[in-house]
C-alpha cells in the first residue's frame, strides 16, 4: 500500500508461494491483493462509526471517573475503620481477616492478583502495594455490609449506601467491559456517586445540590476549559439546565449588565426580588439606555419596528424600580444606564465568592437574545495554568472586570 503502509518488494522467481518448486510440505503464502490507497471495506470505518466510538469514549470517561473517586472514598473509609480493628491481632493480613470465611474466595484472588503485580512490576505507588488496593467496589461494599455494627456510628442509614452503590453496578460493569453506556445510566451513576460521596463523607468539594454542582470531570479537567462550566445554544436549553430560580434564589451579590436583562426581569418575579434584596442579596443592574442611539442601530439590526426594543428596555427598568421602592435598604438595590454600544449581556451571581456563577451570551447581529448561545462560567477565582506561561485568569475575571469597567461610566436611575 502506499500510503503509509508496508510495502513489500516483489519475490524471486522459485522463492514466491506460487513456486511449482516448493518442497513438499512447505507452505504457500498468498500474495497480498493490491488495495491501492483504500482500506479494505470490511476494515473501514465511516464517520459515523468514528463519531459513535468517540460518544461512547466520552461516557466511558465520565462514568469511570466518578467509579474512581467513589472506589478511593470507599477504600478509605473501610480502612479507617476496619484496620484498627483487626491490624493490631493480624497485621499485614488484616484485611484476609476482616474477609472471613464468607469472603475467602475474592480475598484470595486479590492477593494472587497483587503478587502478580508485584512480580511485573505493575505496582508503580509502594501505597498500592495492600490487599485493600486490589479489592473491587463490590468487595469493599461486601466488607462494609459483613461489619456494619463497625459503621453504623457513622452513617445514618445502612440502606442509603446499599441502593447508591446498587445503582452504581450497572455502570461498573458496562465501563469495566468496555461496552456502551446510554445517557440515562450514566447520568444514574452520576447521581449516585455523588450522592455516595456525600453519604461517605468526604469533605470540601462534594457536589451538592446547590446552585450548579460541580461534577467530578469539570473538577479534574476543567483547567483545559478556563472556567466555562457548560455551552447552550440557546437561552431555552440554559434554562432547563439552570433555571433563573436555581441561578438568582439565595444569591448574596447579583451583578447585570446587558440590553434589558429578560433573563432576570421576566424570569424572576418582583416579589422574589424584593425578598433575595431583603435577605441581604446586593444587586447592581445595568441596561442600555433606552433614549440612545445604540437602542436604536439594535432595533434595526433585529428588524424591529421603531421604538419597540426601547419601549421594553423602559418598562424593565420601571419594574425594578417598583422593586426597589419596596426595600428597606434601596441603597443596596442599584441601577443605572450605560450609553456604550452594547457587547454582551452578563449574569454574574456570587462573583467575590467561591461558589460564584456567570451566564453570559455575545450579541449578534441578526439574533435576539434569547437565541444567542450562552457560556456557563464557574467563579471563585480559579486560574488557568499555561505550560511555560504565567498564570491566567478564567473567563469570569475578564467579565467582572468588563462589567466593572461599564458600571463606572454608567449613570444612576433615579
Same mark, same amino acid.
Given at each position: 500500500?502506499?500510503?503509509?503502509?508496508?510495502?513489500?518488494?516483489?519475490?524471486?522467481?522459485?522463492?514466491?508461494? *506460487?513456486?511449482?518448486?516448493?518442497?513438499?510440505?512447505?507452505?504457500?503464502?498468498?500474495? !497480498?491483493v493490491d488495495m491501492g490507497s483504500e482500506?479494505?471495506?470490511?476494515?473501514?470505518?465511516?464517520?459515523?462509526?468514528?463519531?459513535?466510538?468517540?460518544?461512547?469514549?466520552?461516557?466511558?470517561?465520565?462514568?469511570?471517573?466518578?467509579?474512581?473517586?467513589?472506589?478511593?472514598?470507599?477504600? +478509605?473509609?473501610? +480502612?479507617?475503620?476496619?484496620?484498627?480493628?483487626?491490624?493490631?491481632?493480624?497485621?499485614?493480613?488484616?484485611?484476609?481477616?476482616a474477609a472471613g470465611p464468607a469472603g475467602?474466595?475474592?480475598?484470595?484472588?486479590?492477593?494472587?492478583?497483587?503478587?502478580?503485580?508485584?512480580?511485573?512490576? &505493575?505496582?508503580?505507588?509502594?501505597?498500592?502495594?495492600?490487599?485493600?488496593?486490589?479489592?473491587?467496589?463490590?468487595?469493599?461494599?461486601?466488607?462494609?455490609?459483613?461489619?456494619? !455494627?463497625?459503621?453504623?456510628?457513622?452513617? *445514618?442509614?445502612?440502606?442509603?449506601?446499599?441502593?447508591?452503590? %446498587?445503582? #452504581?453496578?450497572?455502570?461498573?460493569?458496562?465501563?469495566?467491559?468496555?461496552?456502551?453506556?446510554?445517557?440515562?445510566?450514566?447520568?444514574?451513576?452520576?447521581?449516585?456517586?455523588?450522592?455516595?460521596?456525600?453519604?461517605?463523607?468526604?469533605? +470540601?468539594?462534594?457536589?451538592? +445540590?446547590?446552585?450548579?454542582?460541580?461534577?467530578?470531570?469539570?473538577?479534574?479537567?476543567?483547567?483545559?476549559?478556563?472556567?466555562?462550566?457548560?455551552?447552550?445554544? %440557546?437561552?431555552?436549553?440554559?434554562?432547563?439546565?439552570?433555571?433563573?430560580? *436555581?441561578?438568582?434564589?439565595?444569591?448574596?451579590?447579583?451583578?447585570?449588565?446587558?440590553?434589558?436583562?429578560?433573563?432576570?426581569?421576566?424570569?424572576?418575579?418582583?416579589?422574589?426580588?424584593?425578598?433575595?434584596?431583603?435577605?441581604?442579596?446586593?444587586?447592581? @443592574?445595568?441596561?442600555?439606555?433606552?433614549?440612545?442611539?445604540?437602542?436604536?442601530?439594535?432595533?434595526?439590526?433585529? =428588524?424591529?419596528?421603531?421604538?419597540? #426594543?426601547?419601549?421594553?428596555?423602559?418598562?424593565?427598568?420601571?419594574?425594578?424600580?417598583?422593586?426597589?421602592?419596596? #426595600?428597606?435598604?434601596?441603597?443596596?438595590?442599584?441601577?443605572?444606564?450605560?450609553?456604550?454600544?452594547?457587547?454582551?449581556?452578563? &449574569?454574574?451571581?456570587?462573583?467575590?465568592?467561591? %461558589? =460564584? @456563577?456567570?451566564?453570559?451570551?455575545?450579541?449578534?447581529?441578526?439574533?435576539?437574545?434569547?437565541?444567542?448561545?450562552?457560556?456557563? #462560567?464557574?467563579?471563585?477565582?480559579?486560574?488557568?495554568?499555561?505550560?511555560?506561561? *504565567?498564570?491566567?485568569?478564567?473567563?469570569?475575571?475578564? &467579565?467582572?472586570?468588563?462589567?466593572?469597567?461599564?458600571?463606572? %461610566?454608567?449613570?444612576?436611575?433615579?
Open positions: 500500500m502506499s500510503s503509509g503502509g508496508l510495502e513489500l518488494p516483489p519475490g524471486d522467481t522459485g522463492h514466491d508461494g *506460487d513456486s511449482s518448486d516448493a518442497p513438499p510440505g512447505a507452505v504457500s503464502l498468498a500474495r !497480498p482500506i479494505g471495506p470490511e476494515l473501514d470505518w465511516s464517520a459515523d462509526a468514528w463519531s459513535e466510538v468517540r460518544t461512547r469514549a466520552q461516557r466511558a470517561g465520565r462514568a469511570y471517573i466518578w467509579l474512581n473517586l467513589v472506589e478511593q472514598r470507599l477504600r +478509605a473509609v473501610v +480502612a479507617a475503620v476496619l484496620r484498627p480493628i483487626y491490624e493490631p491481632v493480624h497485621g499485614e493480613e488484616w484485611v484476609v481477616a475467602q474466595e475474592w480475598v484470595q484472588r486479590a492477593v494472587a492478583v497483587r503478587e502478580v503485580s508485584r512480580r511485573k512490576g &505493575y505496582l508503580l505507588d509502594p501505597a498500592d502495594d495492600n490487599v485493600l488496593s486490589f479489592l473491587t467496589l463490590p468487595q469493599l461494599r461486601e466488607l462494609m455490609v459483613q461489619h456494619w !455494627p463497625c459503621f453504623e456510628p457513622y452513617f *445514618d442509614d445502612r440502606r442509603d449506601v446499599e441502593l447508591a452503590l %446498587d445503582e #452504581l453496578e450497572v455502570a461498573r460493569n458496562v465501563v469495566s467491559r468496555n461496552r456502551a453506556l446510554n445517557e440515562t445510566v450514566l447520568a444514574q451513576a452520576e447521581r449516585a456517586s455523588a450522592r455516595l460521596l456525600e453519604i461517605l463523607g468526604s469533605g +470540601a468539594g462534594v457536589p451538592s +445540590a446547590d446552585r450548579l454542582p460541580v461534577d467530578a470531570v469539570e473538577d479534574l479537567v476543567g483547567d483545559r476549559y478556563a472556567d466555562v462550566v457548560s455551552i447552550h445554544p %440557546d437561552r431555552v436549553r440554559l434554562q432547563r439546565q439552570l433555571p433563573a430560580e *436555581d441561578l438568582f434564589g439565595g444569591a448574596r451579590r447579583l451583578d447585570a449588565v446587558g440590553i434589558g436583562l429578560n433573563l432576570l426581569v421576566q424570569n424572576f418575579s418582583g416579589r422574589r426580588l424584593v425578598r433575595l434584596a431583603e435577605s441581604g442579596c446586593r444587586v447592581r @443592574l445595568l441596561f442600555l439606555n433606552p433614549a440612545s442611539s445604540a437602542v436604536k442601530r439594535r432595533e434595526r439590526e433585529l =428588524g424591529l419596528r421603531k421604538g419597540e #426594543l426601547s419601549r421594553s428596555v423602559e418598562m424593565n427598568i420601571l419594574h425594578m424600580r417598583r422593586v426597589r421602592s419596596r #426595600l428597606r435598604d434601596p441603597g443596596a438595590f442599584e441601577i443605572h444606564v450605560f450609553d456604550e454600544t452594547p457587547r454582551f449581556t452578563a &449574569y454574574l451571581v456570587d462573583g467575590d465568592g467561591a %461558589d =460564584g @456563577l456567570a451566564v453570559v451570551q455575545t450579541y449578534l447581529r441578526r439574533a435576539r437574545g434569547m437565541e444567542a448561545p450562552v457560556l456557563v #462560567l464557574r467563579g471563585g477565582g480559579r486560574s488557568v495554568v499555561r505550560s511555560g506561561q *504565567d498564570t491566567e485568569h478564567g473567563l469570569f475575571q475578564t &467579565y467582572r472586570e468588563e462589567f466593572e469597567s461599564v458600571w463606572a %461610566d454608567s449613570r444612576p436611575v433615579s
